[in-house]
Nanobody, 124 residues
């Protein structure tokens, strides 16, 4: 079984930065693509960013492109989301999800494994 543990959330001022981490364990990390998703109160969970098995291909939601960067450390089995220029509308619980199919990550559908989430809150 894959386990995903997110960390790094917190309270941040508008324009500030945070780096979220997703620790992966349980299976061969490079067999999995990983995405970050978020869910604000009263809304559905939405795709934020995705990265393929080797890290050579990344995708972003339009709302975060140019501000957020997804990366992965295959040696240590982590995926990161560097968030810069945070806005109030970025407030949400952020989840990482893992699946062997990159299309599942990009569509946010039929994803095999999820973490428990980490809260990012705008402090304004």
């Amino acid at each position: 079984q894959v386990q995903l543990i997110e960390s790094g959330g917190g309270l941040v001022q508008p324009g500030g930065s945070l780096r979220l981490s997703c620790a992966f364990s349980g299976r061969t990390f490079t067999d999995y693509t990983v995405g970050w998703f978020r869910q604000a109160p009263g809304t559905e969970r939405e795709f934020v960013a995705g990265i393929n098995w080797g890290g050579g291909s990344t995708r972003y939601a339009d709302s975060v492109r140019g501000r957020f960067t997804i990366s992965r450390d295959n040696a240590n089995m982590f995926v990161y989301l560097q968030m810069n220029g945070l806005k109030p509308e970025d407030t949400a619980v952020y989840y990482c999800g893992a699946d062997t199919d990159f299309n599942s990550i990009l569509r946010g559908m039929l994803i095999d494994y999820w973490g428990q989430g980490t809260q990012v809150t705008d402090s304004s």
